[in-house]
């Protein structure tokens, strides 16, 4: 019995099989073995509550001694990198080289920088404390929840960069957009106001955290002029020329302030200005 044309067997009596070319049964076992692509990773972290993906073991002679690659681990080291040295010096090499391994493995876990990043903003996210919408307090709630993100964002300068046009599909982080829209709803926000209110008052929180990291950062470098003392900034207002009458005059309000009042000014501003149905 010889093999026909096409993967063909003759079997007795002329009846044919057809049969599966031994390289095709090959590229469909290994396919199957094949790991899910990185999108697919994504979109199956998404899906999931927990938000980690299975540990990647080690290879190599001190595979063994090493702790196991995963998303927790991937986050972790990053934000101690910035919390170090600033969200400036994050890269996915500097990373790699945290945890003893090359950037190819991290990206077994994570797509890019940028999936690293809402990452980033969904852990620093999930420890925001989100309150049970009160009609009543309903402003001093939002104030709240804004300035739990400031606070988490100053911990780890220059964070906040990383949540600008960024439209955000972690858990985590949705989880807070919820929260706020919640409390807005309940103090009588109309819905597009509420959404959009969400959006100016975190792009606020977004901007003032990342302009503090980087008056901070600059303050400690000897040869940087840009930052300077409130004195400073008064001697050169009053020696301004006359075109400039009112920004002399009013100076001292104009240098007026911690960078918490102006935060807790801002927010108040912003959520006073937000017409609601009922009274406030």
Known sequence: MGAGRGGQRSLPGGANTVRRPRNTVRTARYTARMPPTPQERRAARHRADTGASAPAGRRGPSGGRKKPITVDAIVDAALALVEREGYE??????????????????????????????????????????????????????????????????????????????????????????????????????????AWAIDSLTLYVNAHSLEVALADRRSTRADDAWVVSRDELLRRFAALPPSFPHTRHYARELTAGTPEDRFTFTLTLLTTALPTSTAP
Request: overall charge negative; charged content about 20%.
């Open 89 to 194: 010096a994050l890269t996915m090499r500097r990373v790699a080289t945290a945890l003893e391994t090359g950037p190819s493995s991290l990206y077994a876990h994570v797509v890019n920088k940028e999936d690293l990043d809402e990452l980033l903003i969904g852990r620093l996210c999930a420890a925001i404390d989100l309150p049970e919408p009160d009609p009543a307090r309903w402003r001093q709630q939002i104030v709240d929840v804004c300035t739990q993100l400031r606070d988490q964002y100053l911990r780890y300068p220059g964070i906040s960069r990383a949540a600008f046009a960024a439209a955000p599909s972690n858990l985590d982080t949705l989880r807070v957009t919820e929260g706020m829209l919640a409390i807005l709803i309940a103090g009588g926000v109309e819905p597009q106001t509420a």
